[in-house]
C-alpha cells in the first residue's frame, strides 16, 4: 500500500491503522533548539551524566584553548562540533568522558585590540600604569569568554560550561609560573641573542606558528663590494656583487659567504671585473644590464676561473666605508654550505642581527651582532648610517625605505655600487597574522629552551648503584620525537607533519616584549649573568601568584620574594612575558593534574596524558608542539595518547574565506535561520581530516539529509503509536525474513557505527547513518511494510497479524538503537524524538550504546536479500516509463515478468508491491485487469469488483 486511501462509496478509512504522532514534519530548529537548551540548563543535564557515568572507564579529550577575542566563525564551530561528537559517542559507549572547555586569554590578540581602543581614544599605553593596562586586558577577555561560552552553548556544545579553565586565572597563571621554574631548576633555561621573528608593528617576537606567509613585490638589489686583499692577485680590486631582497640589511653588513663547491668566474669589461658564480652570470647580466660604469660598446670577457674554496681569506670592504667606524672594518669572504646556485649571484651578504644562517656562520668566525634595529624597526639614533637623519629614519619594512629611489638605494647609488635596483620581485614573504603588517629576523636577547642539550627526562630506563630508578639524559628534541612515534595520529600522516617540525625547529623562543602575560619570573645576577634558582625564592613567587595573579610579579616585592638570603640590588628582575604559545602548552598541568576538576584525575593509576588533543591541522606547529615540548621537557613524555586533527573550512568554490572577498559563513547566522542541528549534520558530513567545503548550496543539500532523517524518526513514531511489550517478538528465528534481514542490516551497522567511533571516523559514521534511514528504511522496509503496518491490524477488535507484530517488533528494536546513533550528531532533534515517544523518560543523552546482537548478523540471508534488492530496483526502472506515460498510475497496478523469482512469486509481489509477479525469460511489465481491494487498494484475482475487499482484508475485518 503506498497512500492512504481517499474517501470513496465505501470508506474504510476507520478499519485500518493511520500512523499519528505529535512530531511534526517542520523541524522549526531556531524556535525549537533555545527552548531544549534551556531545559538542559534548568535540569543540570550535565551533572546528571556525570552521575551516570562516575566510575566507569575514563576518557579524557584535553580542549585546546581558543583565543578569547571575537564571535565564534565556521572554524570555531567545526572544531567544538567534532570535539563534542567525541565526548559523546565515548559516553553513549559508556564511558566517563568529561569536557572541560577552555580559553587562551593572555598575549596579542587580546592585548593588540586593547591598543586598537586606546588609539582610538589617542591613549598612549606606555603612559598607563601597566596594572591598569592589564586590568583591561582581563575585562576584555572575560567579555569574550562569556560571548563565546554561549554561542558555543547555542551549538549543542555539552560540558562543564559552569567551569571552564582560563589561563588568567590566578591558579594557573600559578601553574604557569610553576612550569617555567621547572625548566630553570633542570638548566633548560638559556638567554642567549639569536636572530627571532619580530614584529616592529606589534614590537614582540613571534612563534612560528603566529607567523603567516603572503605573497609579495620587493625590491631587489645587486650591490658591489671592492676586494681589497686576496691569497689570489686576480681577485684584488675586483668587485664581489651580491643580490639581495632585503636593501635594509645592507646597513648591517659584515662579511660576505661562499659556497666552497660552487665555481666561480671573474667577467672583465673596460677596467671594471665582477665576481659572481659561474651558473648565475648570465642572470647576473640581464638585472646589471647597461650599468653606468660600462663604456659604450665595452662588453664583457672572462679574466679568471676558481672554485668558492679558492675564495678562502679574501677581504672585501663596504659600499659604505668612507663612513668610517663599523664601515670601515674589513668584510671577510666566509664559507657556507647554504649557498646556493638557485638565484642570485651565488655571494650572499652576511647580517648577523637579521638572518639565521648569517648568525651562526659570523658567531662561527667571531663576528657579533650589532642590534642596530630597534623594536619599532628603525635604526638606531646612534648608527652611523641612517641613524642620525630624522628625515630619513623609517622603519625597515616600509616600503619606501627599500625603495629604488630610497635612502638605502640612493646613498648605495651615490657610493656606486648600486649596480642594478628594482621593484618587482614576487616572492611569499612571513606577516604577522594579527596586524597583517610583515615581521623581520631581528637579533635581539631573548629567552629559550634549547632543544639539543641532554637533560634527565625522567623517564625509567635502568636502576643505579642504590637500587633507584634513573632517567636517561637525552635531548629535548630526542624526547619529544620518540614521544612522537609512541602517540596515535588521525590522519596518520600528522605524525610525519609534526615530526619533521620538531626535528628541524631551532631553540624554543620563550620570551616576548608585552605586557599581558605571565611573566618570566626569574631573578639575573647582575655580576655573574647567572639567573636564581632557589626552591624557596620560586616558592614564595609561585604562592604570590596564585594570590595575586600576574601583577604580584614587581620590582617593589623582589626582596619580599628574596627574603633575607639575597639582596634585590644584586640581581635584575626579568620583565619579559612568556610566549603564548608556553601558556597553552602548560594546560595539560593545570588541567588534567591540579584536581579541580576531579573528573579528569586519572583513577587508572595510568599517565597525566589526554586520551586526545584535537585541533586543526595548523597546531602541529602550535599548540600540539608547545604541549609537546613542556611536557616532554618536565615530564619525559606526551600530554596526549593521541591527536586528531581537521582540516579548514573553504566556501563553495574551495577558496578561503575572508571577509573582504564576501565569502563567510557565519555560523550564528546559519543557527538564526535554520537551527544548529544543520551545522552539526554539515561538520560532520564532511571528511573533515581535508581541507572542504560550505555555501549556501551545499548547506541546502545538508537541510535536504536532514529532512529525510527526520521523516524517518516521524514515520517510526507514528508507525509505533501504542505499541507495548505484549505485543514484542522475542523469537528471532520465527519472523519473517524481511525482518531477519533488516535485523542482519542493523547488526553490520552497529558494527560499522561502533567501530567508526574507535576510529574517530565521522564522516563515516554520519554517512553510514544517514545511508541506513534513507535507503535501507525508507526507500525499502518502510516502502514495502507500509501495507503490513495499515491493513495487518483491526482497530476495532485490537487484532493484528503475527507479520505485523514482528514488524512493530523490529521497528522498536531499530527505533532505540537509531535514536542512540543520531544523538551525538543531532542533539536537538535526537532529544524531541525522545521526547515525543518518552515524554517522562529523561534526556536522550543519557542512554548507552544499543543492545544490538552480534548474533543478528546472517550474511547468507543478506547475500540473497540483497540480490532481491537488485531486482527491485530492476522492476520499479521498468514500471517507471509506464508511470510517466501514465499508462499505469501505481506499481500497484503492474504484473511483472521476471527471470528468477528466488523466493517465490507471492512474496515479491509484496516486495516489488505490484499485482503479480510471474517466472519467464526476461523482465516485463503489463498493466494488470484484477480489480482493486477497496481497503488496501491492492489489484488481485480474488477481487470480484473495484472496491469489494480481498481476502486478507476480509479475514483482519472478521478477527474477533
Request: glycine residues 8%; aromatic residues 10%; proline residues 5%.
Amino acid at each position: 500500500m503506498t497512500d492512504t486511501p481517499a474517501t470513496d462509496p465505501r470508506d474504510y478509512r476507520d478499519t485500518v491503522f493511520l500512523p499519528k504522532t505529535d512530531f511534526p514534519m517542520k523541524a522549526g530548529l531556531p524556535q525549537k533548539e533555545p527552548a531544549i537548551l534551556a531545559k538542559w540548563i534548568e535540569s543540570d543535564l550535565e551533572k546528571q551524566i556525570r552521575e551516570s557515568r562516575k566510575g566507569r572507564e575514563q576518557f579524557i579529550l584535553h580542549d585546546g584553548p581558543p583565543y578569547a577575542n571575537g564571535d565564534m566563525h565556521i572554524g570555531h564551530a567545526l572544531n567544538h562540533i567534532l570535539k563534542d561528537m567525541v565526548v559523546r559517542t565515548q559516553t553513549l559507549k559508556g564511558k566517563d568522558a568529561p569536557y572541560v572547555p577552555g580559553w587562551d586569554c593572555h598575549g596579542l590578540p587580546i592585548e593588540w585590540k586593547v591598543e586598537e581602543k586606546y588609539r582610538k581614544k589617542k591613549r598612549n599605553k606606555d603612559e598607563v600604569p601597566v596594572e591598569e593596562f592589564r586590568a583591561e586586558c582581563r575585562a576584555y577577555a572575560q567579555e569574550w569568554v562569556n560571548v563565546q561560552r554561549e554561542q558555543l552553548k547555542r551549538l549543542g556544545i555539552g560540558g562543564d560550561w559552569d567551569n571552564p579553565y582560563l589561563t588568567m586565572d590566578f591558579d594557573a597563571e600559578a601553574t604557569i609560573v610553576t612550569e617555567l621554574l621547572k625548566f630553570a631548576e633542570s638548566g633548560q633555561l638559556y638567554r642567549g641573542a639569536k636572530p627571532v621573528m619580530w614584529s616592529p608593528v606589534e614590537k614582540t617576537a613571534l612563534a612560528e606558528a603566529e607567523v603567516e606567509y603572503e605573497d609579495i613585490v620587493s625590491t631587489q638589489i645587486d650591490v658591489a663590494f671592492e676586494i681589497v686583499d686576496s691569497p689570489i692577485e686576480e681577485l684584488k680590486g675586483a668587485y664581489a656583487v651580491i643580490w639581495t631582497t632585503t636593501p635594509w640589511t645592507i646597513p648591517v653588513n659584515q662579511a660576505l659567504a661562499y659556497g666552497p663547491e660552487v665555481e666561480y668566474i671573474i667577467m672583465q669589461a673596460g677596467k671594471h671585473r665582477l665576481l659572481v658564480a659561474q651558473e648565475l652570470w648570465n642572470d647576473s647580466a640581464q638585472r646589471i644590464g647597461n650599468t653606468p660604469w660600462l663604456s659604450e660598446g665595452e662588453g664583457w670577457t672572462v679574466t679568471w676561473t676558481g672554485k668558492g674554496s679558492d675564495l678562502a681569506g679574501t677581504v672585501a670592504r663596504h659600499p659604505m666605508h668612507h663612513l668610517g667606524g663599523f664601515y670601515a672594518r674589513p668584510r671577510p669572504f666566509l664559507p657556507g654550505d647554504f649557498v646556493t646556485t638557485d638565484s642570485g649571484t651565488g655571494l650572499v651578504h652576511m647580517a648577523p642581527d637579521h638572518g639565521e644562517d648569517d648568525f651562526e656562520l659570523c658567531k662561527a668566525h667571531g663576528i657579533e651582532p650589532q642590534f642596530a634595529v630597534m623594536n619599532d624597526g628603525r635604526y638606531r639614533d646612534d648608527w652611523g648610517w641612517l641613524g642620525g637623519d630624522d628625515e630619513r629614519r623609517m622603519s625597515v619594512i616600509n616600503p619606501k625605505f627599500n625603495a629604488p629611489e630610497g635612502p638605502i638605494c640612493s646613498d648605495l647609488r651615490q657610493a656606486g655600487a648600486l649596480l642594478a635596483a628594482s621593484a618587482d620581485y614576487k616572492h611569499s614573504y612571513p606577516h604577522s597574522w594579527r596586524s597583517k603588517a610583515k615581521v623581520i629576523y631581528r637579533c635581539t636577547p631573548q629567552w629559550f629552551v634549547p632543544m639539543d642539550k641532554p637533560v634527565t627526562t625522567g623517564i625509567s630506563t635502568s636502576l643505579d648503584a642504590n637500587g633507584e630508578e634513573q632517567g636517561a639524559a637525552q635531548t629535548l628534541r630526542q624526547t619529544a620525537m620518540q614521544a612522537i612515534a609512541d602517540t596515535r595520529f588521525v590522519p596518520a600522516k600528522g605524525r610525519n607533519r609534526i615530526g619533521s617540525m620538531v626535528e628541524g625547529r631551532p631553540d624554543w623562543v620563550l620570551s616576548r616584549q608585552r605586557a599581558w602575560g605571565v611573566p618570566i619570573t626569574l631573578f639575573v645576577h647582575r655580576q655573574t649573568g647567572q639567573y636564581l634558582v632557589d626552591p624557596a625564592v620560586n616558592a614564595r613567587i609561585i604562592a604570590a601568584v596564585k594570590q595575586g595573579g600576574v601583577d604580584a610579579w614587581s620590582d617593589a616585592r623582589a626582596q619580599e620574594y628574596f627574603g633575607d638570603q639575597y639582596d634585590a640590588a644584586d640581581y635584575e628582575r626579568i620583565t619579559d612575558i612568556l610566549d603564548v604559545w608556553f601558556d597553552s602548552g602548560c594546560t595539560h598541568a593545570f588541567v588534567l593534574e591540579s584536581g579541580k576538576w576531579p573528573a579528569l584525575v586519572r583513577r587508572d593509576g595510568g599517565t597525566h596524558s589526554a586520551d586526545l588533543y584535537l585541533e586543526g591541522s595548523d597546531q602541529h606547529r602550535g599548540w600540539f608542539q608547545s604541549s609537546l615540548l613542556e611536557s616532554c621537557a618536565t615530564r619525559g613524555q606526551a600530554p596526549y595518547k593521541a591527536v586528531l586533527t581537521h582540516g579548514f573550512t573553504m566556501d563553495a568554490k574551495g577558496m578561503k574565506m575572508s571577509k573582504s572577498l564576501g565569502n563567510t559563513i557565519s555560523p550564528l547566522k546559519v543557527m538564526e535561520t535554520s537551527g544548529a542541528d544543520i551545522i552539526r549534520l554539515w561538520a560532520l558530513s564532511v571528511d573533515f581530516t581535508e581541507d572542504h567545503r560550505i555555501g549556501d548550496e551545499i548547506l541546502k543539500g545538508v537541510a535536504d539529509q536532514y529532512r529525510k532523517l527526520r521523516n524517518t524518526f516521524r514515520y517510526m513514531l507514528g508507525a509505533l503509536e501504542g505499541f507495548g511489550e505484549e505485543e514484542r517478538v522475542t523469537d528471532i528465528a520465527a519472523m519473517p525474513e524481511l525482518e531477519r534481514y533488516m535485523l542482519s542490516l542493523l547488526a553490520d551497522l552497529d558494527a560499522r557505527l561502533s567501530r567508526a567511533v574507535d576510529d574517530f571516523d565521522f564522516n563515516a559514521y554520519t554517512r553510514a547513518l544517514a545511508d541506513f534511514c534513507n535507503e535501507d528504511l525508507s526507500a525499502f522496509y518502510f516502502d514495502i511494510r507500509k501495507d503490513r503496518l495499515y491493513c495487518d491490524v483491526n482497530p476495532a477488535s485490537g487484532y493484528q497479524t503475527a507479520e505485523r507484530a514482528a514488524y512493530r517488533s523490529v521497528l522498536d528494536t531499530l527505533f532505540h538503537a537509531l535514536v542512540r546513533y543520531a544523538a551525538p550528531v543531532l542533539v536537538f532533534t535526537a532529544e524531541e524524538v525522545w521526547g515525543t515517544r518518552y515524554p517522562d523518560g529523561g534526556s536522550v543523552h543519557l542512554l548507552e550504546w544499543p543492545d544490538v546482537d552480534a548474533g543478528w548478523r546472517d550474511p547468507a540471508l543478506a547475500a540473497r536479500w540483497n540480490a532481491v534488492r537488485e531486482q527491485r530496483e530492476a522492476v520499479t526502472e521498468a514500471i517507471e516509463p509506464y508511470r510517466r506515460e501514465k499508462t499505469i498510475r501505481s506499481s500497484l497496478e503492474a504484473e511483472v515478468t521476471i527471470a528468477d523469482p528466488a523466493l517465490g512469486t507471492a512474496a515479491l509481489e509484496e516486495i516489488f508491491i505490484v499485482s503479480a509477479v510471474r517466472a519467464g525469460e526476461s523482465l516485463a511489465v503489463i498493466r494488470t485487469d484484477n480489480h482493486k481491494c477497496g481497503r488496501c487498494w491492492r489489484h488481485l484475482p480474488e477481487v470480484s469488483e473495484d472496491g469489494a475487499l480481498c481476502n486478507r482484508c476480509t479475514h483482519v475485518l472478521d478477527a474477533a
